[in-house]
């Protein structure tokens, strides 16, 4: 605590990382994706609440399950992918508060009572579990390519609705179509050959203001 990771593992983390679209013919191993989500689940959430859920597609039977919901340009890069991950969220997460803020049994009422908040919730700390999902992947040597260029809706039918199973998930985990996608990442190793130079980033003084 207070100590600053060494500047090789701010390399491997932020500034080397890059988004990939072309793969490495190199396989992603359960156990990887296993270790990928040991590590992401320490994000912090809201009311602990984790409300992300992830669907790992790996086989090329999800892949073609999730192909007619990418955009074109989104098509060659995931179906190449070794793995794709459906980014989603629980809109009943709070039905595991009991479990997960135990201290506070007042906070699954107070999100079963106002659907809206629950949404907002769940959105916004989906993204940042999500987040934590790409820093995780490239802590662990795998690269990211992450995408909203897809239907939600397509995804939602396909993979979370309801009385239909999800794929690599349990029926009980994933019951009722109550999950939605949030965005898309693949994983693998990339292939750096066809990466185009960095795009730049806001300065401090345009992105940032200190009070
Ligand atoms: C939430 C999100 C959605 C994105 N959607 C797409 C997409 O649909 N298709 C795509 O090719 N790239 C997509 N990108 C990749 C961005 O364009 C890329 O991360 C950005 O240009 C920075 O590139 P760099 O990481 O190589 O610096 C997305 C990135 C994020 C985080």
Redesign the pocket.
């Not at 390519?145 to 897809?150: A, E």
């Given at each position: 605590m207070g100590k600053r990771i060494a500047d090789t593992a701010l390399d491997t983390l932020f500034r080397d990382?890059?988004?990939y679209?072309k793969w490495q013919p190199r396989p992603v191993d359960d156990q990887t994706l296993r270790d990928l989500y040991e590590l992401l689940k320490w994000a912090p959430t809201s009311a602990n609440a984790a409300p992300a859920r992830f669907a790992f597609l790996r086989s090329k039977e999800a892949k073609e399950r999730l192909r007619p919901a990418l955009?074109p340009?989104?098509v060659e890069?995931t179906m190449t992918a070794p793995v794709t991950v459906i980014v989603g969220y629980d809109m009943r997460f709070y039905e595991q508060l009991p479990k997960l803020f135990a201290h506070s049994p007042g906070m699954k009422q107070l999100f079963e009572r106002n659907p809206e908040l629950a949404e907002t919730t769940a959105r916004r700390n989906s993204s940042l579990q999500g987040a934590y999902l790409i820093i995780a992947a490239r802590a662990l040597g795998l690269d990211c390519?992450?995408?909203?260029?897809?239907d939600q809706a397509k995804v939602d039918e396909e993979f979370f609705a309801a009385g239909k199973p999800c794929f690599g998930c349990d029926q009980e985990f994933f019951p009722e179509g109550h999950v939605k996608s949030n965005?898309l990442c693949n994983l693998g190793y990339g292939d750096g050959s066809t990466?185009h130079s960095?795009?730049p980033r806001l300065p401090f003084n345009e992105a940032c203001s200190l009070l």
């Open positions: 990382a890059r988004t679209a955009a340009l989104n890069k390519g992450p995408m909203s260029g897809f965005f990466l960095r795009l």
